[in-house]
């Protein structure tokens, strides 16, 4: 019994196929899918992606090489940076007081 069934599917798939309904039915498919702009907005991701993957490793490189700068002149010239001291709540209260935020 399944063999039957198989075999008429294959048989009613055969004639949808070759129809001229399922040419119509495909035409169809095809123009609304061109002609609605699924490919374009496909398109637009796609390079979007591209182009914002790229532009965050350049932005990574650069950020890694200033940082890199960065530590070596502060490790070359330590006399021009000198370290904080403690800092304690009473004077970071009145820097805070001093500029009052209306």
Same mark, same amino acid.
């Given at each position: 019994i399944v063999r039957v069934h198989v075999f008429f599917f294959f048989i009613i798939l055969i004639y &949808? +196929? &070759?129809s001229s309904f399922f040419i119509i039915y495909i035409y169809i498919y095809i123009y609304i899918f061109i002609f609605s702009g699924v490919h374009r907005q496909a398109l637009f991701i796609t @390079?979007?992606?591209f +182009?914002?993957?790229h532009l965050t490793k350049y932005e990574n490189y650069k950020y890694a090489t200033l940082d890199r700068d960065m530590s070596e002149y502060i490790r070359l010239h330590p006399e021009e940076f000198p370290e904080k001291g403690n800092s304690t709540w009473k004077s970071s209260r +009145?820097? @805070?007081?001093? &500029?009052?935020l209306y």
């Amino acid at each position: 019994i399944v063999r039957v069934h198989v075999f008429f599917f294959f048989i009613i798939l055969i004639y &949808f +196929i &070759f129809s001229s309904f399922f040419i119509i039915y495909i035409y169809i498919y095809i123009y609304i899918f061109i002609f609605s702009g699924v490919h374009r907005q496909a398109l637009f991701i796609t @390079v979007g992606w591209f +182009i914002g993957y790229h532009l965050t490793k350049y932005e990574n490189y650069k950020y890694a090489t200033l940082d890199r700068d960065m530590s070596e002149y502060i490790r070359l010239h330590p006399e021009e940076f000198p370290e904080k001291g403690n800092s304690t709540w009473k004077s970071s209260r +009145i820097s @805070v007081l001093r &500029f009052p935020l209306y």
